[in-house]
């Protein structure tokens, strides 16, 4: 069979997504060209490897086939691509890195001090929430990701390397500011800005809630810390985010913290990898110096502190 690896390429992101639209997207290519190479490789397999059935599109027995071994090709190139990258050492590492959104707020941070020391190595940078980084680990598709704690039965190495604590945030105004004691029975009677479903602090949110009974009276869901921040400043009501993405509005008193009973929820921040990956030089470098230096180029900030603005 004459296939290319560029056919199997993009079949591959076309199979991941479902719809040539967004692997065209991925790739960097118009969707023509997608359509044109998913054309070719069925040309040389000799069967449809995709199927139309209303809008979607989804694949056949050979199209499944073909993504089995296209997985299996895509892994073994980057492994080579890592075997070549550690031959010629440390001082030309590439590292893939994807973060959990919430933890951008200091990797950039810690990727700054990393790269001081280390100024050969480059980095391919990926933030998206929680789930979006546990895909990326179980395709194999990156060196390490920094998250919550993932999952038991993924086959992940996932080493803690710093505090998480949650906070519940309001406006500067809010009638609950000054309590001492807030009882987490109260949150039922305020509206809330949440985070997306898939991201790691509106999964800990709904734990907290659901072992103590409680349901929320709603509120809006947005995708982003900062806009919930700028929503919560607004007084749309409350938040809850990491206490790692509000340090600087805690400080000019932009947003307080309230004394929920039950806060701050502890979490940890892992760094994850997947299991029997042999890391290259770069991303062992970069795991040593986070998992060792980390809190000291970026301190979590105390709650109680924070309250007494
Ligand atoms: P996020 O954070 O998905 O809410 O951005 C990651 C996590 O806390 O697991």
Redesign the pocket.
């Known amino acids: 069979m004459n296939i290319t690896l560029r056919q199997l390429k993009v079949f591959e992101s076309v199979a991941r997504h479902l719809s040539f639209t967004r692997a065209a997207e991925e790739l960097y290519l118009t969707q023509p060209a997608v359509s044109m190479q998913i054309k070719q490789l069925e040309q040389h397999v000799g069967l449809p490897l995709f199927e139309q059935i209303g809008k979607r599109i989804f694949l056949t027995e050979a199209g499944e086939e073909v993504r089995r071994y296209a997985q299996r090709i895509a892994t073994e190139l980057r492994e080579l691509g890592d075997g070549i990258e550690a031959l010629r050492g440390l001082n030309r590492g590439r590292l893939r890195l994807t973060v959990?959104?919430?933890?951008n707020y200091f990797a950039t941070h810690l990727l700054a001090a990393f790269i001081r020391r280390q100024p050969g190595i480059t980095f391919q940078l990926e933030v998206t929430?929680?789930?979006g980084?546990l895909r990326r680990i179980q395709d194999n598709e990156i060196d390490l990701a920094i998250?919550?704690?993932p999952p038991g039965g993924l086959d992940v190495a996932a080493e803690t390397f710093m505090p998480?604590p949650l906070v519940v945030i309001a406006a500067p105004d809010h009638p609950l500011i000054d309590e001492p004691a807030v009882p987490a029975e109260r949150l039922q009677d305020e509206l809330f800005v949440l985070?997306e479903k898939?991201?790691?602090?509106?999964?800990?949110l709904e734990r907290f809630l659901e072992e103590r009974g409680l349901k929320l009276r709603g509120g809006l869901e947005m995708s982003s810390?900062e806009a919930i921040k700028q929503s919560v400043q607004a007084g749309l009501g409350l938040g809850m985010v990491?206490i790692h993405t509000v340090a600087l509005e805690l400080e000019l008193g932009r947003l307080r913290l309230l004394n929920v009973d039950g806060f701050p929820l502890e979490?940890n921040?892992y760094l994850v990898h997947r299991t029997g990956k042999r890391l290259s030089p770069a991303a062992e470098t970069f795991r040593q110096f986070i998992l060792e230096e980390a809190n000291e180029h970026w301190p979590t900030p105390e709650p109680d502190s924070c309250n007494s603005h």
């Open positions: 959990a959104s919430t933890a929430n929680r789930e980084v998250m919550g704690q998480n985070r898939g991201s790691g602090t509106r999964n800990a810390n990491s979490r921040w």
